[in-house]
């Protein structure tokens, strides 16, 4: 008989694949999401609460929050700030970057060296391209940061943003909620090519 060598990997039951696939696209707006989702799959509030919990505790649900469509709350301007933070001190910028409240991301990364030499990734969200530069500047002055190589990549379109999809299904189709952000003016940005996933946007000088 065929024993399964894995132990990390936790059965999903019916009845929580169920469960997923209905909290996959969102949950209700309402004052009580989750008796209304246990309404529908007949069950209690306490139930949906519990197993959610434990989905996340497992592993099964890697991260569950809130997807903010910036843009319809009036922040259209979107600005990757990149760093190239030495190794030994990236963990601790890190921190004092991401403490900010206009910092909606702050990640680090690998290099990709010789064309990209940024280690450190902070996204930062303002009405405006000249507050986003703003805020920029002065998490520099705060973090004391003024000898850190930095870049700011400004998107000039959103290709998706969505929730993530644990359940496949045959007539599946992607929310990609495609828009453009070019604005006049913005056709002298100059185009950078680098190995990493942030060529999806444009360097402006």
């Known amino acids: 008989m065929m024993m399964n060598q894995n132990k990390n990997i ?8 169920t469960l997923i696939k209905t909290i996959e696209h969102g ?5 009580r999401p989750y008796a209304e989702i246990a309404h529908q799959l007949k069950t209690t509030e306490r139930d949906i ?7 996340i505790d497992n592993g099964i649900i890697k991260r569950y929050g809130v997807v903010v469509r910036h843009k319809e709350l009036g922040y259209t301007a979107n600005g990757m700030v990149v760093w190239n933070i030495p190794d030994n ?17 702050s990640y680090r990364r690998p290099r990709r ?3 990209w ?11 405006s391209r000249d507050e986003v530069r703003q805020k920029v500047k002065e998490i520099v002055e705060k973090c004391d940061l003024q000898t850190i190589n930095h870049t700011i990549l400004f998107s000039t379109r959103r290709f998706k943003q969505r929730g993530a999809k644990y359940l496949q299904t045959s007539n599946s189709q992607a929310d990609d909620h495609q828009e453009n952000y070019n604005q006049p003016g913005n056709t002298a940005g100059k185009s950078i090519k680098n190995p990493h996933p942030a060529n999806k ?5």
Do not use: W
Not at 10 to 15: K, R, V
Not at 117 to 127: A, D, E, K, R, W
């Open 10 to 17: 936790t059965p999903i039951s019916t009845s929580d694949r």
């Open 27 to 31: 949950i209700p707006v309402s004052n």
């Open 49 to 55: 609460i519990s197993r959610l919990q434990r989905l």
């Open 89 to 105: 001190k990236v963990d601790e910028l890190g921190i004092c970057i991401g403490k900010y409240a206009c910092v909606t991301l």
């Open 113 to 115: 060296l010789p064309e």
């Open 117 to 127: 030499p940024y280690n450190l990734f902070t996204m930062i969200h303002g009405s």
């Open 201 to 205: 946007l444009r360097l402006l000088k």
